[in-house]
Structure formats: C-alpha cells, structure tokens
C-alpha cells in the first residue's frame, strides 16, 4: 500500500532547422526547453526573437527568447514535444551597443524600434556618467570590419528619437569624464 510506480519518459526527437549550423533531428530529454535546444546551434545570423514551432498536429507559435530570458516570460521559452520543428528565422538587426549605459551588449531589436529603444529599453538607460551630448553610431556595410560613417547624436535633443538604426551598427555613450577642463601644471609647483 502506498507505493508508486514511476515510468520514465524516453528520449524524445525534435527537427531544428533554419538559421542553424546544420538542420538536423535532434534527440533531447523530455521537459527540455526551447532555449536549450537551440543554444549549442546558433550562427551569427540567427534570430532569438522569430522562433517558429510545428508541432506534429499541425499547431504553429511563434517566440521570442529575448522576452524570456530579460522578462522571465515563461511562456516566450515552451517545453518542447516529440515531432516538433523548430525553425530559427534569420536576424533583421542586430547591433552593438556600449560604453556609459546600464546593459551594454549586441541587440536585435524589432522593426520601428530605433535608437531611443536602444538607450533605455536594451541598453537599460544612461549611466550617470554618460554624456548625452554625443552618442557616436558607427554604421558599417555588408563588412563588419569596415565603417562606412560615424554618425554623433545629442541625446538632449529631439534629434534621437529619430535615428534609425541598421544591420550591424556600433553605439557608443561616451563618459562625460572627457570633458572635464584639465590643467597641465609645470615647474616647482
């Protein structure tokens, strides 16, 4: 009286394709999220905000990894189940934001989100350090190793709300630290 009889799950298998190193069938345990199975299989080009799962039964949602992992959306991160297809969609925009900001990293932010987006929703906002006078966007072509103009924006202006952002632009929030005056003393001081 009293006992209970456990029967584990087996391996389960899951198509991944896309955006991906390689689309393969992959087996993976049971409760395993989509996050994890896609984690290992990503390229530089892959999205994790346009996630496409097909279930067996012919059941298609969308995902955004993104929301999962800066929200805690749990429901942007599914489990996955046997016979699913996971398809990874190819980025849009992915830039690089750094310097005096809260969050620095690489984004990729959905379309009509611009710099403004950039600042305080991605990058969590301006240090106290930040000068706002000059945010230097560093905009490259189809080379990612070339700039092709650096363009300065004043943050206390209107003008940021305006400026969109393209494929592999580079942002930069300088310290207001560098324009300190500074005062060279020489001789028996």
């Known amino acids: 009286?009293?006992?209970q009889i456990v029967v584990p799950f087996g391996n389960i298998e899951v198509f991944l394709t896309g955006e991906v190193i390689a689309s393969t069938w992959i087996t993976i345990e049971p409760l395993t999220r989509l996050s994890r199975l896609v984690s290992d299989h990503l390229t530089e080009y892959s999205s994790i905000r346009n996630l496409?799962?097909?279930s067996k039964n012919d059941n298609t949602s969308q995902y955004d990894l993104f929301l999962a992992s800066r929200l805690g959306e749990k429901e942007q991160n599914p489990y996955l189940r046997a016979g699913d297809t996971v398809v990874v969609q190819r980025v849009d925009r992915s830039v690089t934001i750094s310097g005096q900001v809260e969050r620095p990293g690489t984004y990729q932010p959905l379309p009509g989100e611009n710099l403004v987006e950039l600042l305080e929703y991605y990058g969590?906002?301006?240090t106290t350090l930040a000068d706002q006078h000059e945010i230097r966007i560093t905009r490259y072509t189809n080379n990612a190793s070339?700039?092709?103009m650096v363009i300065s924006v004043d943050a206390a202006t209107d003008?940021?709300?305006n400026t969109p952002l393209q494929n592999?632009?580079?942002i930069d929030v300088t310290s207001s630290l560098r324009r300190l005056p500074v005062v060279y003393l020489d001789g028996a001081v």
């Open 1 to 3: 009286a009293g006992d």
């Open 52 to 54: 496409t799962v097909h």
């Open 124 to 126: 969590g906002g301006l």
């Open 146 to 148: 070339t700039p092709s």
């Open 159 to 161: 003008a940021v709300n």
């Open 168 to 170: 592999l632009d580079r």
